[in-house]
């Protein structure tokens, strides 16, 4: 299995909503990432799990809370969210614990907050 | 992390050698380069990665000159399905890492 899946596909929430985005990968891979994708623009980095460990939140408000239940899966909590949060939200992972520029993307969520 | 410079865009034709050239003047010595590949609606795929002068798989071939300011990605007989934005990115020492940061990448269309 080559391949990092994410569901749902879309999700449309309210501002008052709490949802949440899920991520599996069965390649072995420690680490694991969450990046934002505005329409037009590249991925931004949100959050990196090495080992299952929170190593890197890039700043991302409290509205998104990243959570790795174990070295296959990633969840993204989302709370109170504002329509400029929506975006496509893609998952990737990676062999090693680092981060590693040899990152597996799965399809993305795409996210529409109303 | 190293600044990379790509066109925006470039047109092409089924068939074609497209090359993508990305300037990174500010690479550091234990820095790699990388290329992805997006399709819309799609995450990134990785495509390639070296170090220096040639590294080539099966989809695409990336030249390195030997002051490493720039690299070219190059995509032999392009196809309908190579329409998409590619992107260079610079860092990450081999599996080392670092934050992937993306820039701007470049649009390519593939006509028929």
């Known amino acids: 299995d080559t391949e990092v899946t994410q569901t749902p596909k879309h999700l449309v929430m309210g501002m008052t909503n709490k949802k949440s985005l899920k991520c599996e990968q069965h390649?072995?891979?420690?680490?694991m990432y969450w990046y934002k994708q505005k329409a037009k623009k590249p991925p931004e980095l949100m959050f990196v799990?090495?080992?299952?460990?929170?190593?890197i939140n890039e700043s991302v408000p409290s509205r998104f809370s990243p959570e790795c239940p174990n070295s296959s899966l990633l969840n993204l909590h989302l709370h109170a969210l504002q329509p400029e949060d929506s975006a496509l939200y893609l998952c990737?992972?990676?062999?090693?614990?680092?981060?590693?520029?040899?990152?597996?993307f799965g399809p993305g969520t795409r996210l529409t907050v109303t | 992390l190293a600044k990379t410079t790509q066109p925006i865009s470039m047109d092409s034709y089924e068939g074609q050698e497209v090359n993508i050239t990305c300037s990174h003047n500010?690479?550091?010595?234990?820095?790699?380069i990388t290329w992805y590949q997006q399709f819309p609606s799609q995450g990134p795929r990785f495509i390639i990665q070296?170090?220096?002068t040639k590294v080539t798989n099966e989809v695409a071939s990336l030249f390195i000159p030997a002051d490493r300011k720039s690299s070219t990605l190059s995509l032999p007989r392009v196809s309908l399905s190579d329409t998409a934005v590619y992107y260079c990115?610079?860092?990450?020492?081999?599996?080392?890492?670092?934050?992937?940061?993306f820039g701007q990448g470049t649009e390519l269309s593939v006509k028929p």
């Open positions: 990737a992972s990676s062999q090693r614990g680092e981060s590693s520029y040899e990152q597996y």
């Open positions: 390649m072995g891979h420690r680490a």
């Open positions: 799990y090495s080992y299952e460990k929170l190593s």
């Open positions: 500010n690479i550091a010595t234990n820095d790699y």
């Open positions: 070296g170090y220096k």
């Open positions: 990115l610079v860092g990450g020492a081999g599996n080392q890492g670092g934050k992937l940061i």
